[in-house]
């Protein structure tokens, strides 16, 4: 018996601030937002830029657990927008996907006692602070982790091995992420550009997406709100280039055909992955063409890394409580504006205001892509 898998719960953690709310407001306004210079005297780079979480905002205090704060307050937002006001039930299970997990305390030296901390600890930690004793799994497959996480905790619920799963991403600051970006010259000196002609690179960004995931019986037992299913999940590699995309998108196509399926309704928005890399950029938008055909040239595209910059791992969980936020409300807010568009990357990027979401095609795309040639594509979609 497969379980049908519904989201009653989301939450965010982004440089706009703390919460759903004040994502959605940022989505909605359109604005341009220029990257910020971290207080790392040791970011000794060309291009030390990133869109950090304001200091008012979670995890900001502790340099060592900032992944961890961000990804405890946008799971305590969720389980509060699930209605699970006493904690998650015995059972449930964490999982979730980090770039980078929890690097602070390594990037600072090795502390005060000598030791070095495993950096991957952000489920565990999660898991021990509201009180779960169920699986507690962490996922780092670099930037499409968040994607990943999602895909299996639906696993989780689908085979019956849990009822309710918290799953998403969360990345903070590093130094040797940024650092390594800087070297291999991917960082925009702008901002975060998607399909712009005049890109060059990306501007990583801090920040946690987390959903309350839960099998549609459970739901209903307890009486809670299922008006989203996550209904698609497709996962490939490329198996080519450590960093670069294959050239063709063979293995971004095949993801993102799984996550759609062959008999699904029409999707009414993608959420691209869309980094403001040059080949990323390109090769995806000539496979969301192969994958959609004449469609693709009305499919309307919300550009998220163009208001965030790139989270790392938790892009693609913002990305699906992005695309939550865009079924609940109906519409797909303004890009913000490309400036001068590729002629290459065919895409339609909706600026200006609002534009509605087809009552006929109420599923939202999301895509992910990774180094190592890591793909994943998610569906969101309205519950009938």
Partial sequence: MTHEVVVTGIGAVTCHGNGTDALWR???AAGVRLPDRPADPHARMDRPLINLVPDRSAGQADPETRASGFALT??????????LH???????AVVLGSCMGEPGL??????????????????????????????AHEIANACAAGGYALGAAADLIRSGEADVVLAGGSDAYSRVALGCFNRLGAVDPVRCRP???????????????????????????????????LTGAGWSCDAGHPTAPESEGEQIERAMREAVGPDAGPVGCVIPHGTGTQLNDVIESRVLHRVFGAAAADLPLYSLKALLG????ASAALGAVAAALILRHGSIPPNVPVEDPDEQCEVRLPGGSATALPAGARRVLVNAYAFGGNNASLVLEEAA
């Fill in 26 to 28: 940022a989505m909605t």
């Fill in 86 to 92: 006493d904690g998650l039930p015995a059972g449930s």
């Fill in 310 to 313: 790139h989270a790392g791992g």
């Fill in 195 to 229: 399909f712009d002609r005049q890109r060059a690179g990306t501007v990583f960004a801090e920040g946690a997406g987390l959903l309350v995931l839960e099998s549609a019986a459970h739901a209903a037992a307890r009486g809670a709100r299922s008006a989203l299913r």
């Fill in 74 to 83: 946008a799971a305590r937002e969720a389980l509060a927008d699930a209605g």
């Fill in 106 to 135: 390594n990037e600072r030296g090795r502390g005060a006692d000598g030791t070095w901390r495993p950096p991957f600890r952000l489920a565990s930690q999660v898991a021990a602070e509201l009180g779960l004793f169920g699986t």
